[in-house]
């Protein structure tokens, strides 16, 4: 028997499981889904998930993660962390406070009233955010002494919204400004910009100070570095379909791989990743779930990456490109095609592209599922996404190495649940934690980008770390 098995194939997941085992605990990691890693076809290699992780500049926990478990990841940092390109406009971003506040002013004089007032507000109350973060992790009250911390907090949470709104509506006057915005939003955290909350804004926006990191030959080198750690520390990895799953006392699953029944699998405990597709039946089929599944079913997903993949000759990409790059239609709305996002390998990284030549993702965000448009819907998405790609690298029709939109397609569709969705939530508190990862079960633990999308990917990885620690608790009582 296990003392936790842990059911889910995306980062959370995982972080919960290596956490696990490095206390000692038994803990199987339970994939039901046999998804690749990366995106590889005609020598080039593109992660599955193209955008920028936070939590891996400067003190980011999942850095310092890494440090505790020994990983060294094959990485840099970028300057520009970020380049955002409008029409008239191109601002590089480097991670810096004050650095790219002088760059916004550069390029919008006389248009940026406040921005330094703006600035300041951001690190105020991203501080503040942390503080609840440290003292309530996730700021969601389960009980009464939940709700007794949370009134304590209410008259400075309330306060801090208050102001920082003011704040932020006075930079969004200058409607490109409100663009440049919105667009770190998408990147960086898991919430859909229109529904995002004042203090999450903050803690989101304070995040991209820290910039980002390049990871030679693709982040998904990294995620293969810690299922290594973990299988070398005890922990075990079973891919499988899972048949059914009983949840009481203890843990029954009786799963199949390759068509054929394997033995049932026992845990005391068991986290599950809100990516299990399984997640939503399990809730409506059992009672005691009851109470839980409006605070599950409150969180809307409204906003799904979609990627293509296309392979260049270097010499058609800018010599001043950056790693990460915003290509923005000032007409349209984020979710209506107005933000291009590029993740382009460095020049030299051998394992990401041919010599001579350069992998580009290119990701846009939709207000559907990949699996709910049809192939032609897709394929008309696509092009138009080259079309925009190609106003920004004219001389890309002439360089163009590879593209295959029918793979790219067959990605998106294949790999829709692993990769974080943008949420949405009425009315929320804070906006950083929507969920914890309690249930009504004493031995059901949840992790996910769902939980904390105010924290994008940093977010996810402390979902996990906190899943295994509400797990080693029950272990303990």
Excluded at 48 to 58: A, K, S
Excluded at 274 to 280: D, F, N, P, S, V
Aim: aromatic fraction near 8%; proline fraction near 5%.
């Amino acid at each position: 028997m296990y003392d936790t098995i842990v059911l889910g194939n995306d980062p959370g997941s995982l972080m919960a499981a290596i956490t696990l085992v490095s206390q000692g605990r038994k803990t199987l990691l339970l994939v039901e889904d046999d998804l690749p890693e990366c995106f590889s076809e005609a020598g080039y290699v593109f992660d599955i998930d193209p955008l920028p992780w936070t939590g891996m500049g400067r003190n980011g926990i999942f850095r310092q993660v890494l440090s505790h478990l020994g990983i060294t990841p094959e990485d840099h940092a970028l300057n520009p962390a970020l380049q955002i390109i409008f029409r008239d406009h191109r601002i590089d971003l480097c991670g810096i406070a004050d650095p790219d506040h002088r760059e916004i002013e550069r390029e919008f004089p006389g248009d940026s009233v406040g921005l330094a007032d703006f600035y300041s507000a951001i690190a105020k109350s991203a501080s503040f955010a942390s503080g609840l973060i440290d003292k309530n992790l996730h700021l969601r009250p389960e009980n009464t002494l939940d709700r007794i911390r949370l009134l304590r907090h209410m008259p400075a949470i309330v306060l801090k919204k208050r102001t920082f709104t003011g704040t932020i509506e006075n930079i969004r006057k200058n409607p490109l400004l409100a663009k440049l915005l919105e667009a770190q939003i998408m990147l960086m955290s898991n919430i859909d910009p229109s529904g995002i909350s004042p203090l999450s804004f903050a803690q989101t926006l304070y995040s991209s100070l820290s910039g980002f990191s390049y990871h030679t030959g693709g982040k998904y080198l990294l995620v293969e570095k810690l299922r290594k750690k973990f299988e070398a520390d005890g922990g075990e990895i079973e891919k499988c379909s899972v048949s059914t799953l009983d949840i009481e006392r203890v843990i029954k699953i009786n799963a199949k791989k390759d068509d054929a029944d394997i033995p049932t699998i026992y845990g005391k405990n068991i986290i599950i990743s809100t990516k299990y597709e399984g997640l939503a039946s399990l809730l409506e089929g059992n009672s005691r779930f009851s109470s839980f599944r409006g605070k599950y079913g409150g969180i809307k997903s409204s906003l799904w990456p979609f990627t293509i993949h296309i392979g260049v000759h270097e010499k058609c990409i800018p010599e001043r490109m950056g790693a990460y790059v915003v290509v923005s239609d000032e007409i349209k709305a984020p979710e209506r095609g107005g933000l291009l996002f590029l993740e382009t390998s460095e020049q030299g990284d051998s394992l990401r592209a041919p010599d001579g030549k350069r992998a580009i993702s290119a990701t846009i965000f939709l207000k559907n599922s990949p699996l709910k448009f049809s192939d032609s819907s897709l394929e008309k998405i696509s092009e138009s996404m080259v079309k925009t790609l190609e106003s920004f690298l004219p001389f890309l029709e002439e360089n163009l190495d590879f593209i295959n939109p029918g793979a790219s397609i067959a990605m998106a569709r294949t790999c829709h649940k692993v990769i974080n969705h943008k949420y949405r939530m009425k009315k929320p508190l804070i906006g950083i934690s929507f969920m914890s990862g309690k249930t009504p079960l004493k031995n059901v633990f949840l992790t996910g980008g769902m939980l904390m999308p105010g924290l994008g990917f940093e977010g996810e990885i402390m979902s996990g770390m906190m899943a295994a620690k509400l797990a080693m608790e029950e272990d303990q009582t």
